[in-house]
């Protein structure tokens, strides 16, 4: 049978809400979300989020993948470019994005996700790369911006209180 992304995503979607109905924390929402999608999406070879962590700067939070790197500043490359513009960077060769950051040479095609909370802050950008060129389409786009919303900009979220 062939792969299709709607229904990986229609899928994916309706366990994020059963998992994710009670829960308000914004670790346990990237975290769960990056779990169910690298499982169900066999062309997400490093999926993650980076969080906005002072003005300007981001800094990696919860992935699933080889190393990413750890601080990267906004403009810079295509997480830093969703983290400028607060839109989605869909990127079909990441070789010819203008200082795109080659966290792992594997790395050929990319889509970046802003992610905002109710108030519409940038809280973070949430990052998954392919391995192979133009992996993502419209299709991911939609489902990705619908679930980034669904799940902080439209849900009570709160951060962890150490
Ligand atoms: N490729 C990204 C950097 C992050 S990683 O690939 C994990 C970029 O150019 O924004």
């Known amino acids: 049978m062939t792969f299709s992304k709607t229904k990986a995503y229609e899928l994916s979607f309706k366990q994020l809400q059963n998992l994710l109905k ?16 690298k499982t169900n ?3 997400y070879f490093w999926v993650g989020f980076y969080l906005v962590s002072e003005p ?14 750890l601080h990267i500043d906004f403009g810079k490359g295509v997480c830093g470019a969703s983290a400028k513009t607060r839109e989605t960077q869909l990127v079909e060769d990441v070789h010819a994005f203008p200082g795109h950051i080659a966290c792992d040479s594997a790395s050929n095609s990319e889509i970046v996700v802003p992610v905002f909370d109710p108030q519409k802050n940038l809280i973070a950008v949430f990052d998954v790369d392919s391995t192979e060129k133009a992996s993502f389409n419209e299709t991911d786009k939609i489902w990705l911006e619908k679930i980034l919303v669904h799940f902080f900009e439209r849900s009570e979220i709160r951060n962890l209180n150490f």
């Open 22 to 37: 009670t829960e308000d924390n914004w670790i346990t929402k990237m975290s769960t979300i990056n779990c169910v999608l």
């Open 41 to 43: 999406f066999p062309y």
């Open 56 to 69: 300007q700067k981001l800094i990696v939070g919860p992935y699933q993948g080889t190393l990413g790197c």
